[in-house]
Each structure stands twice: as structure tokens, then as C-alpha cells.
């Protein structure tokens, strides 16, 4: 080969490398703090880990930077409060939405999308969820909704029947407790499971009255707030929560339920999926809404629930804006959510993936109201304490009144006082 060739090979071969070196340098990577991990051979995760694989095969030009916090969340929400304070931390990260995405959206931490996310299709519940002051800042393929998961095995071999309203409730609980099975899981030693139960007494009790304490019309130690936390006291002292509650974590309660030792849970209907699995658990389990109560305020139709799987997009990523849409574009593709185990999905078109899924999607169909969850659409600084307060009804000794008293100190110095 002459010198003239090899010199023109020589240029073709670094030209080449050159644009393939331009290439890789041009990548734009996404920084995604969530709570869902990717390793994990678990049902809860099989959305985030589809939707990042086929993300990243059709958008060769996109890295993803995925960091994961554990499914609890307060472990997140604790570390995006501190990194956005410092306009630091990711592109995206997952959120529930409601008041605690709000409080950095009010502050111009995250990134308005409105016009961009415009024509994605979901339910106005979901998009409502990701608003604030009438401008969208993210996306929520999935809703979850709390319900009552029912081992209806168990029930069938009792002969006990789904019980309607809550005095039904404690006469199936006090059957179950009687035949030595163990009426709730409920996984108090993590604070936060707890919290629909008590978010759905103080419903059934007062209404929305939750509303209302927010608003700072009523006191949170208003009579509904403390029958609820009397009722949780009372059903711990009977045996409803098993004989250690505030040991019980909430994958202990999981494993609860898929092993037939409880009967009941309210929790959300993100724990479909688990559920539903056959190589999960051999029960089989059923989801209902929560009773009404007797002379009660709330409806059976008033739910407790909020985004299940959201993203939001930070400020700091303005200049990757191109990037973060065509993902969460994608996250609320039909194709994508078709990958979910079990969720209650707000995209139209996507299917029920099981029959559990199908029973929570039809209580959510039924649904007159929607609260959502304290402890994200309370300020920051007050959805800690809400948890350890509630937390505390399930011990023998605590002042429900007091509990709630002190827990009214902390919202006046945040919200202001009762009008």
C-alpha cells in the first residue's frame, strides 16, 4: 500500500474516532434520586427497572445516574430537602407530589413543564397531584389508593364476610384474634404505616376535617382527631395489631400477610402486585374499601391515597430540559406502564395486570374524595412528627389528647394559629 494511501487511512481511522469520541461526549446524563431500586428481583420495582432499560435502548444519547433511597421514603425526601436548599442534587427525583413538592416549587426549585408535559395524557388526579399554583412540575403514571386487604381464605374458612362498616370491622377482628391469627398487619415500628388507618378513622369520624385543621378553622386536637387515636389505642390494647406492634416493621407486615399469620391490612394499593404473585404467596387476598362508621361523618367512598409513582424535574436541570421530557414522556407511555406488577395505573389505556389490581382500580373508580397522604401534603416540617404522634396511639400509656395538644403547637408555629 502506497504512503499516500496508508495517510489517507490513517485520517479516515482518527476522523472516525473522533466523531465516535464526540459522540460519547455529547451524552447527557440524568441524575435520578427515587425510592424503587433497579437491582432488585422484587414486583414493586419491575416498572422503574423496564422503564429505565428501554429508556436508555431508544435514546442511545441519554445516560441515566440512578440513585436509590429505599422504599420507606423518608430517607429521600430528607435528602432533597437538604440538597435543593443548596440548589444542588439531581435532574429528576421521585415524588408523591401534593404540598411537600409544592413548598420547593413555591421556592423556584423545580423545573416548570407545564407547556412541555401539556399533551400527555392521565387522570386529573394525578396531575393535580404534580401541580402547584396551576403550573406542572412532573408526572405520576400510577396513583395508589389505601384499601383493605382481605385474606379471603381465611375468611371463607371462618365463615366471616368483608365487612361494611367499623363496628363489623372489630367483630371480625375479635373472631380472628379468638382463632389465634392476628387481625392487622401493620408495620408501626417504620412510623408511616400506620397512618391510613389513622387517616381513615379521622375520616369516618370527622369528615374532612383534616381540611379544615389545615385551613387552621379547627384545632388537629379537635374531637375527631382524638376518637381516631382512641380507636387505635383501643384496638392495639385488644390484640388487633398483634401483641408487639411497635416492633413490627412494615416488611414484616408484608410477610404477614403472604404467609396467612394476618388477615387484614390497610395499606396502599401499591402492594398489589406483591400480593397477586403466585411466587410471592400462596394466599389469596382480596382489596375492599374501608368501612364506613356507624353515625359517622366520612363515606365509604372517601379514600386516602396520593401519587404512587411520581417524577418531578428540578431547576438545575433547565439545560438538560430536552432530555428530562422525552423520559418522563416515556414514563407515561402506555408501553411502559404495561411493565407495572400491579399498580393502579392513570394513563388510559393500560389494563389491570391482575385481578387485585382490578379490585383496587374499581374502588378508586368509586371514589367521591380523595385525601391526600399527611405526611407529603403536610409542610416538611411537620410530616415527621404527624407519623411518631400517630405512631404513639398503639402504646398503652400515651395521652391521645396530650399527643395531638403538643402536635397543635408545632402546626401553629408553621401554619399560624386557629382562626
Request: proline share 4%; glycine share 8%.
Amino acid at each position: 500500500m502506497s504512503r499516500n494511501k496508508l495517510s489517507i487511512l490513517f485520517v479516515m481511522t482518527l476522523a472516525s474516532l473522533l466523531i465516535l469520541s464526540s459522540v460519547s461526549l455529547a451524552k447527557t446524563t440524568l441524575t435520578i434520586w427515587a425510592v424503587d431500586g433497579l437491582e432488585l428481583d422484587d414486583p414493586h420495582h419491575y416498572y422503574v427497572q423496564n422503564l429505565v432499560k428501554t429508556f436508555l435502548a431508544d435514546n442511545p444519547d441519554i445516560e441515566i445516574d440512578w440513585v436509590a433511597f429505599g422504599s420507606e421514603g423518608a430517607a429521600l425526601n430528607n435528602r432533597i430537602r437538604v440538597a435543593l436548599a443548596a440548589n444542588v442534587g439531581p435532574d429528576i427525583f421521585q415524588s408523591w407530589g401534593g404540598t411537600f413538592m409544592g413548598e420547593f416549587a413555591r421556592m423556584g426549585k423545580l423545573l416548570d413543564l407545564t407547556e412541555e408535559l401539556a399533551d400527555v395524557a392521565t387522570s386529573e388526579a394525578a396531575k393535580s397531584a404534580m401541580s402547584y399554583d396551576g403550573r406542572l412540575y412532573g408526572i405520576a403514571p400510577f396513583f395508589a389508593i389505601a384499601g383493605l386487604y382481605v385474606n379471603e381464605g381465611i375468611f371463607e374458612e371462618l365463615g366471616l364476610e368483608v365487612p361494611t362498616t367499623i363496628a363489623e370491622l372489630e367483630a371480625v377482628a375479635e373472631t380472628l384474634v379468638a382463632n389465634g391469627i392476628q387481625p392487622f398487619a401493620v408495620g408501626a415500628r417504620d412510623e408511616w404505616p400506620i397512618l391510613a388507618t389513622y387517616m381513615y378513622l379521622v375520616n369516618r369520624y370527622g369528615g374532612d376535617i383534616f381540611d379544615d385543621a389545615v385551613a387552621r378553622n379547627v384545632r388537629f386536637d379537635a374531637e375527631p382527631f382524638v376518637q381516631a387515636g382512641l380507636k387505635i389505642q383501643e384496638w392495639s390494647k385488644r390484640g388487633f395489631f398483634g401483641n408487639t406492634p411497635m416492633s413490627e416493621g412494615y416488611g414484616d407486615a408484608q410477610l404477614l400477610m403472604q404467609t396467612g399469620q394476618a388477615a387484614m391490612q390497610i395499606s396502599g394499593s401499591w402492594l398489589c402486585g406483591l400480593y397477586a404473585d403466585p411466587n410471592q404467596t400462596d394466599q389469596t387476598i382480596g382489596f375492599y374499601a374501608v368501612p364506613a362508621l356507624e353515625g359517622g361523618v366520612g363515606k365509604v367512598t372517601d379514600l386516602a391515597g396520593m401519587t404512587d409513582v411520581g417524577f418531578v424535574a428540578t431547576a438545575t436541570a433547565a439545560d438538560k430540559k430536552d432530555a428530562v421530557v422525552r423520559f418522563l414522556t416515556y414514563a407515561m407511555s402506555v408501553e411502559a406502564a404495561e411493565k407495572e406488577a400491579g399498580r393502579v395505573a392513570s394513563i388510559p389505556g393500560v389494563n389491570p395486570p391482575n385481578r387485585l389490581t382490578g379490585m383496587a382500580s374499581d374502588v378508586f373508580t368509586q371514589a367521591e374524595t380523595i385525601q391526600f397522604w399527611w405526611d407529603q401534603n403536610l409542610p416538611p416540617a411537620l410530616t415527621t412528627p404527624v407519623n411518631l404522634t400517630i405512631q404513639s396511639f398503639l402504646m398503652d400509656d400515651t395521652d391521645v389528647k396530650a399527643e395531638l395538644a403538643r402536635y397543635e403547637l408545632l402546626v401553629e408555629d408553621e401554619l399560624g394559629s386557629v382562626k
